[in-house]
Structures are given as structure tokens and as C-alpha cells.
């Protein structure tokens, strides 16, 4: 099996497509636009403080183990693991409260008999079904491609699979099975992990949120960037190839047969198969030949995720009233969810705030970051300058503040760095800026979603949050098993 593979891209999808590719024997080099490898679960340095970069949320951590059990290795060999608990504080601005959201059962009951007496049961029954449900889709779909008729076939097996409607949206889910509103908005806040809207997307992304009562939730010393320079050096140790600031700029085509790739210094590499790790839709529009006339259908705002503002902060005190993941969830809940999808900035903005060195202490310091949702580039409606950025950094702070009980947060702040949709859309090619790729509205989920090949073109295969299963690390992590199983498949068949 001598096939040599070229791999564009090294985020979380092209670097374990490379790894599992490496590991059945292929020849494969990695090719990366930037200087640094990962994309957006790579880290960034901020005056000596390492913080990752996009991902803080292992949500879902099977497949970060099976990736390496994929691969014959073992992860404790690598990286330091450990559970965490609690899972989550949430802030409330409604009643100026906050709530830890712990694993154990029994101090999970107190939490929400202290928020509302009347849903202890619908709770705990919303987790126990969650984790069902997510067990029986893991394995039917979102592991597997769902390109041929006999996989679109499968659709019967979900409604049967599912005691739920999938039609109906997290809110109206929720709305059903639990009495409180602020435990209904917590959910539907962290239901947006993959950049949806909870208000008009199906009820499966309250999985979300729910899983790590069950699973537990994990935390990587070193952050999920850790994770990345792991699969680096086993991708090294074991021969890969990679070339850093190469960026591709057209796949090369032999009719409807992909030979390789033409790089921006207009070098050209050619190879047996390319793995694209670039975000779909923006291959579609620059790196796929005009002569293939296949064309770009995701091109509108509405077609996408939202995006984010980040703040990272070195805080020259210790915060002991935030946990390591926290929700902040403001007043005028459901204006402020949508507005991102409305093309507005949040006016009272909920946020999710991560602090790792609550456990993974750094001296006196504390690092933080803040992930507010913001609309994407094509919404149009937002100058991305120091104004806005300005803006938007004194309203984080004022939210911080007030729940936080600090005063003067601001002079405290040791070191600070920023993250716009303008550095998606740059430094990832991430088309709209967006975030979290195409968006997972009932249209672009599943069969809808672009799957690891395009019909009709041959030897090339697609990774990535853009393509199915969807966004996010565990999720695209799955998309990398789903493209070599295919890869693999189609070889056989050739022979
Ligand atoms: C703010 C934010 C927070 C998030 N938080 C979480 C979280 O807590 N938990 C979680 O699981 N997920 C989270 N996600 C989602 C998760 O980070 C992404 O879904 C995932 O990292 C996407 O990986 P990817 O490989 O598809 O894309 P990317 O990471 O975008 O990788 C694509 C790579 O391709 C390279 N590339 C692009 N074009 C070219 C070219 N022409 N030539 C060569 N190289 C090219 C890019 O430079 C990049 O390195 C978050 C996302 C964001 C934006």
C-alpha cells in the first residue's frame, strides 16, 4: 500500500486524517498555510502564558481515545487526563444567583431543587434519555458516511431509534420537559456549543450539554492543544512529512481525477490522493478548478455558524468564584441568543468563560478566556476595528464584574489578546469568518451536510467541522475516521 497522500490543512481533521492515513501505511505529508500547526485547536502565547486557542470544551471524549486506540497507542503514554467536577457554574443575572452543575447525582438534585423543586425528576430524566439517544446515533450515524443510497436508506432507523421528535427545536424541547426557565436557558445556552441557533435547530443538540452528567467530563492538562502536539510528534516520530507555511492555492485535476496540488510559491505536489482539511466551502469557491463547474451553494449568512469574540486575559489575582467552565447567562435571554444570528452584537451578553488554571494553577495568576457569540462576516453588519473591539472588551468586563463581584477587574488584567471573526476568516480560511463552519440547521445536518466526497470526483476527500458529522473536536474527530474508512474502501475496490 504505497499510495502517497497529501493532506491540506492540519486543524483537529487534517492532523488525525494524516495520523490514521500514516498509521495504514499510506506516505502522507501534512501542508498548513500558517507557521504553526492545529488551526483553531492550536494555542496561542501571550507574553510567556499559553492558552488554546479556540477549544476548551472536550465535550464528547470517546473519540480522542479511540483515535489513539485507532493507532495503536496508548493516550496516557502522552497527555495528563484527569475528570473534573463540577461540570459547569452557571450565573443567572435574572436572580442574581449562581449554581454549581455537579456530576454526582445527589449534589446535582440539591442544585436544582434550590433552582426549581418541580423539575429534580424531569432533569435527571432528561440526562439518563440524552445519553441513550446519543449512544444509539453515535453508532448509526456519526460514525459512518451517509453518501450512498443504502446510507440515506438509514433515516428510517433514527425515527425509530429516537423516541423524539428531531424535528422540533432545543427549545421546544425543553420547553416540554422542564418547568424551570433559568434551567431551560441554561441548556439552550450551552446547546450552542456548535455555533446554533437553540431557537432553530433540532432538539439533538441538547445531547450536548447533557452527555458529561453521564460520561463525565475530562480535562487535559496543557489544554486540547496538548491533545494536537501529541498526534505532532507521534505523526513525526513515525515519518511524516509536514510543510509549514505552504499554503494551497488549486487542487490539480486530471479530468475528474484529483493528482495533487498547486501551493501560493506555484510549486506543484502531486500525489496519489488529496485529503482537503480546508473549510468545504471555501475549496469549493478557490481551490477546486473552474473547469469542474462544480459550484459553491453555501454562500449567505444564513448558510452559516455564528462566530466568536474571544478575549484571553491574564488576571493578576486568583478568582475562586469561577469554576473551570462557566455560563454566564444575562437578562433578555432569548433577544440576546439570536441576535448573532440576527447579524447583531449581543447587547447583555451571555458568556461562556473557561479558567484552566483553577486546576492547572500558574503562580498567582489566572488565565481566562471569554467566548462571546458574534454574527459572521456576511451578515455585514459589524466593523471589526479597535472601536468595536473596545466596546465590546468594556461590556465583557462590566458582565464580569457584576457577576463576579470584582471591582476594577480591569487593573488587574496583566496581559490581554483578541480573537475576531476577521482571524477565522484569515489565519483558517474559515469561509465567513464563521467559527463553527456550515451552520447545523435541519437543511445541513446529516445527509444534507457535505459528506467526505463529492460525487463524480475521484481522489479527493473532504475533513473537517464543514463536512458530516459537523463541528466541533470529538465531532470532526469523527470526520477523519469516516474519510480514510472511505478512502480505504475505495482503494480496495480499485484493485
Ligand atoms: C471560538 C471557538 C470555540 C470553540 N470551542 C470548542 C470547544 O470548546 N470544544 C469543541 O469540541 N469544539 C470547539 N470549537 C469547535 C472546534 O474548534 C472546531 O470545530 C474544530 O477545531 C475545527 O477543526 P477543523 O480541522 O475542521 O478546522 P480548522 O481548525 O479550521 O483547520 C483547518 C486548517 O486548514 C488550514 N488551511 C486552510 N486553508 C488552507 C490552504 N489553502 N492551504 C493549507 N492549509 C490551509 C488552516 O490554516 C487550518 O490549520 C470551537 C470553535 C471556535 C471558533
Known amino acids: 500500500m504505497n499510495k502517497n497522500i497529501l493532506v491540506v490543512g492540519s486543524g483537529i481533521g487534517g492532523l488525525s486524517a494524516a495520523i490514521r492515513l500514516q498509521n495504514e501505511g499510506y506516505a502522507v505529508t501534512l501542508l498548513e498555510k500558517n507557521s504553526f500547526l492545529g488551526g483553531k485547536t492550536s494555542n496561542l502565547s501571550c507574553n510567556g502564558f499559553k492558552f488554546d486557542l479556540c477549544a476548551t470544551i472536550p465535550v464528547i471524549f470517546d473519540p480522542y481515545i479511540e483515535l489513539f486506540k485507532d493507532i495503536n497507542e496508548n493516550i496516557h503514554d502522552y497527555i495528563d487526563i484527569s475528570l473534573i467536577d463540577p461540570l459547569y457554574k452557571v450565573f443567572f443575572e435574572n436572580n442574581n444567583s449562581n449554581y454549581i452543575f455537579s456530576s454526582c447525582i445527589p449534589k446535582l438534585t440539591e442544585t436544582i431543587s434550590n433552582i ?13 434519555k440524552s445519553y441513550i439517544d446519543f449512544t444509539e446515533i453515535n453508532n448509526v450515524f456519526l460514525k459512518v458516511p451517509l453518501t450512498t443510497n443504502k ?6 432507523n433514527i425515527k ?5 421528535d428531531l424535528d422540533s427545536t432545543c427549545y421546544e424541547y425543553l420547553k416540554d420537559n422542564l418547568k424551570s426557565e ?15 441557533s437553540p431557537y432553530n435547530t433540532s432538539s439533538l443538540f441538547t445531547i450536548l450539554p447533557l452527555i458529561n452528567y453521564s460520561t463525565g467530563m475530562f480535562f487535559i492538562r496543557g489544554g486540547i492543544s496538548s491533545y494536537i502536539k ?7 516520530k513515525r515519518g511524516g512529512n509536514i510543510k509549514i507555511n505552504s499554503e494551497v492555492t488549486k487542487f490539480i485535476f486530471n479530468n475528474r481525477t484529483c493528482i495533487g496540488v ?16 480546508a473549510d468545504v466551502p471555501y475549496a469549493l469557491e478557490n481551490l477546486l478548478p473552474k473547469e469542474l463547474n462544480i459550484k459553491n451553494k453555501y454562500n449567505s449568512a444564513n448558510d452559516f455558524s455564528c462566530s466568536s469574540f474571544i478575549m484571553h486575559l491574564v488576571i493578576d489575582k486568583r478568582i475562586p468564584q469561577l469554576s473551570i467552565h462557566n455560563s454566564i447567562i444575562s437578562e ?3 433577544y440576546n441568543i439570536e441576535a448573532p444570528f440576527n447579524g447583531y452584537l449581543q447587547t447583555n451578553p451571555h458568556l461562556y468563560v473557561y479558567c484552566p488554571t ?37 461590556s465583557i468586563i462590566n458582565t464580569l464584574e457584576k457577576h463576579l463581584k470584582i471591582s476594577n477587574l480591569q487593573n488587574y488584567i496583566k496581559y490581554e489578546k483578541y480573537i475576531t471573526p476577521l482571524d477565522f476568516l484569515n489565519a483558517f480560511n474559515s469561509y465567513a469568518g464563521a467559527g463553527y463552519g456550515i451552520n447545523h440547521s435541519f437543511k445541513n445536518l446529516l445527509f444534507f451536510r457535505p459528506q467526505c466526497k463529492i460525487k463524480g470526483l475521484n481522489n479527493l476527500y473532504f475533513v473537517g467541522a464543514s463536512t458530516h458529522p459537523g463541528a466541533g473536536v470529538s465531532i470532526v474527530l469523527n470526520s477523519s475516521k469516516i474519510a480514510v474508512s472511505t478512502i480505504n474502501e475505495d482503494i480496495k475496490k480499485q484493485q
Open 358 to 394: 483553577r486546576i492547572n494553577k500558574t503562580g498567582n495568576y489566572e488565565l481566562i478566556t471569554i467566548n462571546l457569540r458574534v454574527p459572521n462576516l456576511l451578515f455585514n453588519n459589524v466593523t471589526w476595528n479597535n472601536k468595536t473591539i473596545y466596546s465590546l472588551k468594556n
Open 182 to 196: 433559568l434551567l431551560i436557558n441554561s441548556l439552550l445556552f450551552q446547546s450552542m456549543y456548535m455555533g446554533v
Open 332 to 334: 433578555n435571554f432569548k
Open 160 to 164: 425509530t431509534l429516537i423516541n423524539k
Open 230 to 236: 501529541s498526534l505532532v510528534s507521534i505523526f513525526k
Open 262 to 277: 498547486l501551493l501560493k510559491n506555484n510549486e506543484q505536489l502531486f500525489s496519489d490522493i488529496v485529503v482537503c482539511n
Open 151 to 156: 446510507d440515506i436508506l438509514k433515516l428510517k
Open 116 to 128: 426549581d423543586n418541580r423539575d429534580f425528576k424531569n432533569y435527571l430524566s432528561l440526562i439518563s
